[in-house]
């Protein structure tokens, strides 16, 4: 059965685009069908995928405005060895567009009836904001990713995204869950880091991944490449690190 994943964090800046991709390379990498879907204007995670967002002609946006099909948007076997659903600045408009259409919220989800079959994990990365295009995204997945850097103002987002992920689970999508929090831009000597992450375990448990990804330039670099730092630099701590999250997902 199709696993579909919503990557999400309100909070810019915090790993959540760097996480679709690697993961989504880590999941093919072990011989997993996946589908990313960029569910956000600025088209970091085509361009991360080594897909031009400026050129691209169909889009996550004609998708949503019912302009494509779905199949018209998909690019197939990227760098990273998965599909993609791509987005670019167009789809900054799709919130207004799409204000007075029946079930707004779930134009995403019932575009990807149509092919989700044909995958093991789908992966959404959702836009840094509580906004419709988030709102799509939340509909659409059966769990919540939060990648989440390891400081104060963190974890004060994550009660308003906790929140939300209610909300919507009692109105929109009765089976969405909060898969697991993802510590991400890991910096073990930073005492900050580590007593958040201490926090985070206490009060969210076995939520909280055991995979930790560290902070690392290998990861960094990767997407000027139009590639996932699988296949930047696979020995790097980073690639390394989003290998064992594909794994601690699929043992799950």
Excluded: W
């Excluded at 199949?71 to 204000?99: C, F, H, W």
């Excluded at 904001?129 to 974890?155: D, F, K, R, S, W």
């Excluded at 969405?176 to 375990?201: C, H, K, W, Y």
């Amino acid at each position: 059965m199709t696993k579909i994943l919503a990557i999400t964090n309100q909070k810019g800046g915090v790993g959540k685009t760097t996480t679709s991709v690697n993961l989504a390379a880590s999941l093919a990498a072990a011989d997993k069908c996946v589908l990313l879907v960029d569910l956000d204007p600025q088209g970091n995670a085509t361009m991360g995928s080594g897909t031009n967002k400026q050129t691209v002609k169909t889009t996550v946006y004609h998708v949503l405005l019912g302009h494509a099909e779905i199949q018209q948007a998909l690019v197939s076997g990227t760098q990273g060895k998965y599909d993609l659903i791509p987005a670019n600045r167009d789809l900054a408009g799709a919130e207004v567009e799409m204000v007075d259409f029946p079930q707004r919220e779930a134009r995403l989800k019932t575009a990807l009836q149509e092919i989700q079959h044909e995958y093991d994990y789908i992966l959404i990365d959702c836009p840094p904001a509580l906004n419709l295009l988030t709102l799509n995204g939340l509909c659409a997945a059966h769990a919540v990713m939060i990648p989440m850097q390891c400081e104060y103002y963190a974890l004060e987002g994550l009660s308003d995204l906790v929140n939300t992920i209610k909300r919507v689970r009692g109105s929109f999508n009765p089976v969405l869950r909060i898969e697991g929090l993802l510590r991400t831009m890991f910096d073990p000597r930073n005492i900050l880091a580590q007593q958040v992450s201490d926090q985070l375990q206490k009060h969210f448990g076995d939520k909280v991944y055991r995979t930790v990804i560290p902070r690392n330039v290998r990861l960094a670099e990767a997407p000027g490449f139009g590639l996932p730092v699988l296949y930047h630099d696979g020995q790097s701590k980073g690639a390394q690190a989003y290998l064992e999250l594909a794994k601690e997902i699929l043992n799950a």
